[in-house]
């Protein structure tokens, strides 16, 4: 099998991830090239693996990469994944996919105008639990899905916004606990439902990072077209990163996730999913253990010219409820899918109706 050859940009915080995922599938793939702005990192990282590094992503565009993988601020995803594409490079981006629809939008379109690959990262899909249960759920073993529930209490100190220039933003982060923590737990609850979102009602508010303008703390009801009501709770002001609570009540029983761990409630027996595949322990718990699964399944997409399961526009979908709830929380009104985006500059500021 030949090696696909690999790029990444952006060798900060999550790059360890990537780095253990490298390792993992180095029969399948090689680095060829570290990128980042700071030089030491890149450097650090393309020693480990013995490849080329630079500070300039342009530089990379006319080498030989078909894949190149994006960990940046949430506002470059949208300007790297273009520039790569129309370079002819596969691309697979850290989430979320962009900050504003628009930008999302302009990257569907050039993949479909050079025809390679998009991919977005939601790496906590991929346990043997959300697996399961999903599949419980579409053949109906808990008959119609009538509600579900997702909370997300964690913990970000003052210093978390303090290091970093763009953590904390509206322009650069695209929002708070919403757009950067909660958006696994939302992505996980509308794949394992396996349906698109009706209409949002949604608040969001800053309790306790003041010296941010983004929300650290967000509730919604969200209605899926399955007639299915979604109730939300996310904060990052909670004393600990306490596991995240998922659960789905169906007329016949119930199911859910407690972190990676599965369960259900059904015809008067109780049983748990706790293996996952081969773990990672790499970074924080909350990453899950999943990413080198979710890579080895793009590069899959790449080499045999497959579709991506975890697509561009599966990217936009989740990004899209999470750009409701600002949305809904800034106009205080329910709001109704399709609508058109807006980026906000302070969570205390209503829209305009």
Known sequence: MKKLKIAIVGCGRISVSYADSF?????????????????????????EFGC?????????????????HLCLPHFLHPVMAIKAMKAGINVLTEKPIAISLQDADRMLAVQKE?????GCIFQTRYTKSVEKLKEMIARGDFGKILTARSYLTWNRPLDYYDGSDWKGTWDKEGGGVLIDQAIHSIDRVRYMLGSDVEWIDGSIHNYAHKFVKVEDSADAAIQ?????????FACNIYGDNSPINIEFIGEKGRCGLIQDMGYYDL????????????????????WGSSHHIQLRDFYRSVREDLPVEVDGLEGRKTLEMIKGIYL????????????EDVVYEDVNVPAEK
Do not use: H
């Open 224 to 232: 899926f077209k399955n007639g299915c009501l979604y109730n939300l």
């Open 267 to 286: 015809d008067g027996t109780y049983a748990e999913i706790r293996n996952t595949y081969e773990t990672t322990n790499v970074g924080p718990d909350y």
């Open 23 to 47: 390792r993992r599938l180095a029969d399948e793939i090689e680095l060829v090239y570290a990128v980042d702005k700071v030089p030491e990192r890149a450097k650090q990282f393309a020693d």
């Open 114 to 118: 050079t025809g390679v690959k998009l």
């Open 328 to 339: 809904s929380s800034m106009k205080r009104e329910r709001v109704t899918l399709p609508f």
């Open 52 to 68: 080329a590094w630079t500070t300039d992503f342009d530089e990379i565009l006319d080498k030989e990469i078909d894949v190149v």
